[in-house]
């Protein structure tokens, strides 16, 4: 560590997100005791996991998996919450950094050819000013050594948020829009569909099946985090 990063360490400290402690050295974003309380799922490992049976018999995946259990009022909780309402986009890249670490060990996720992000409509991004998926897929472009395809997914569709609605009406959100702009560039890949939140999956169906109109195209999917309460 430089001696200016000391000095600025000292007046302006890191601090885990969820506890407010001071962060050490090789510490980011979370402390060691906050992190070792992280649900792992070790869907990377492991078919027929809750997000592949999930999506069972409604669109066809060569993989999927998520990083981490989502449980509410949880530390998975807060971090997705300073991700997607308060700007903390280096929440992104603690994901990407761990998940990139997973994909690049697992055999079931060989041979991806590039990345694409579950688009925002754009009125959302304008309310936003940014997608929370951006900085979480460039960083597992650079781990993967894959390009992400930008704008060739676009949301045409939107509706009202889906946070209160309980785990029957969510299904409500297949009727969300997508629209695929470049088929083109797309033919023939292998791509990684990535998504902040796994619930019921309905938003990764809708955008799934709109990649699929693209000839000889496969897709995996990613999360940085799956419900456990499907």
């Known amino acids: 560590m430089s001696f200016f990063q000391s000095i600025f360490n000292l007046f ?24 070792h309380k992280l649900a792992e799922t070790d869907f990377c490992e492991s078919s027929n996991n809750l997000i592949e049976t999930a999506l069972e018999g409604r669109v066809p995946i060569v993989a999927g998996t998520a990083l981490l259990y989502f449980r509410k009022k949880g530390i998975v909780q807060s971090l997705i919450h300073s991700l997607k309402y308060k700007g903390r986009q280096e929440v992104g890249l603690f994901f990407a950094r761990w998940m990139g670490k997973q994909l ?17 409509h754009a009125k959302r991004y304008k309310q936003r000013g940014y997608n929370q998926l951006t ?20 949301k045409i569709g939107q509706f009202k948020s889906q946070t209160k609605k309980d785990r029957f009406s969510r299904f409500d ?14 033919k023939g890949k292998h791509l990684l569909l990535i998504d ?14 709109e990649i699929l109109k693209t000839p000889k195209v496969q897709i995996s999917i990613a999360t940085m985090v799956v419900s456990d309460r499907y």
Not at 104 to 120: C, H, Q
Not at 173 to 186: P, S, Y
Not at 196 to 209: K, R, S, W
Request: charge should be negative; charged fraction near 25%.
């Open 173 to 186: 959100k297949i009727n969300e829009r997508f629209h695929i702009v470049d088929t083109n560039r797309l």
């Open 196 to 209: 902040d939140v796994f619930t019921t999956g309905a938003t990764l169906e809708a955008c799934a099946n």
């Open 135 to 154: 900085v979480f897929g460039n960083e597992l472009s650079k781990e993967l050594e894959i390009p992400v395809y930008k704008d060739v997914l676009i």
């Open 12 to 35: 302006y400290p890191a601090l885990c997100l969820t506890c407010g402690n001071h962060l050490v050295q090789n510490e980011f974003i979370l402390c060691s005791t906050c992190r």
């Open 104 to 120: 690049k060990e697992s055999e079931r996720f060989k041979n991806l050819d590039g990345i694409i992000l579950v688009p925002l």
